[in-house]
């Protein structure tokens, strides 16, 4: 992705954030650091990212559903996919459906610093 490229899309999440308050502001940053600090891959797809979290739990889950609720008031134009395996096993969360919220993804979430899929 170009510099340009990434400048223009930091400008548009900018702009479309509607997260306003601070302690708001505040546990989405803190969510942000608990649950990426447990993904266990992301996966990128045509118009979108997955992140994939082996060791699930009740807590994790509940981050989660908030991370999505945060998420949606800054972001409204992304889509979210949240899934649970049978039996216990992995939880993903999948964001975006287009080229550029795939890219937005990628900027937002600093998906270069986590884990690739194999």
Known sequence: MS????????????????LTDKNQI????????TLFKKVSRHVEHTDSY???????DNVMISDLSEFIKFERLCCPWLIFHL?????E???SLRMGDSQETKQM???VMELD??????
């Open 26 to 33: 505040k546990r989405m940053n803190e969510l942000h650091q």
């Open 3 to 18: 510099k340009t490229m990434e400048t223009e899309l930091k400008k548009k999440i900018t702009l479309a954030c509607k």
């Open 89 to 91: 096993g992995p939880i």
């Open 83 to 87: 899934t649970f395996q049978p039996e």
């Open 50 to 56: 997955e992140l994939v979290f082996d060791q699930a």
């Open 113 to 118: 610093k986590l884990p690739k899929s194999r």
């Open 105 to 107: 993804v990628y900027l």
